[in-house]
Nanobody, 126 residues
């Protein structure tokens, strides 16, 4: 079992920055891909960014490319999402997730992830 705890969310003005952290416990996630997803009210959950197990490969939603950066520190069993130039449309609950496949290729679909955190709220005011 893996427990994922997100932190770092909050209220920020448009143009501001936040850094989300996802700390894993119960088992190492260093051999699994990780992802950040978000869900706004009335909308489906969507991928924001994903990273493979080694950190050598990443992917981003078109809407966040050039503004968000996903990274991981396998020694700390933690994944990060640095968010800059935030926009009101970035407002959502952000979830961290662990992929189901060990040492797999980069995954970025919700169905490929079997452990999820409780989420952290990010609100961007205009």
């Amino acid at each position: 079992q893996v427990q994922l705890i997100e932190s770092g969310g909050g209220l920020v003005q448009a143009g501001g920055s936040l850094r989300l952290s996802c700390a894993a416990s119960g088992r190492t996630v260093s051999t699994y891909g990780m992802g950040w997803f978000r869900q706004a009210p009335g909308k489906e959950r969507e991928v924001v960014a994903a990273i493979n197990w080694s950190g050598s490969s990443t992917s981003y939603a078109d809407s966040v490319k050039g503004r968000f950066t996903i990274s991981r520190d396998n020694a700390k069993n933690t994944v990060y999402l640095q968010m800059t130039s935030l926009k009101p449309e970035d407002t959502a609950v952000y979830y961290c997730a662990c992929a189901a496949e060990m040492f797999g290729r980069l995954r970025d679909r919700p169905v490929d992830f079997n452990y999820w955190g409780q989420g952290t709220q990010v609100t961007v005011s205009s």
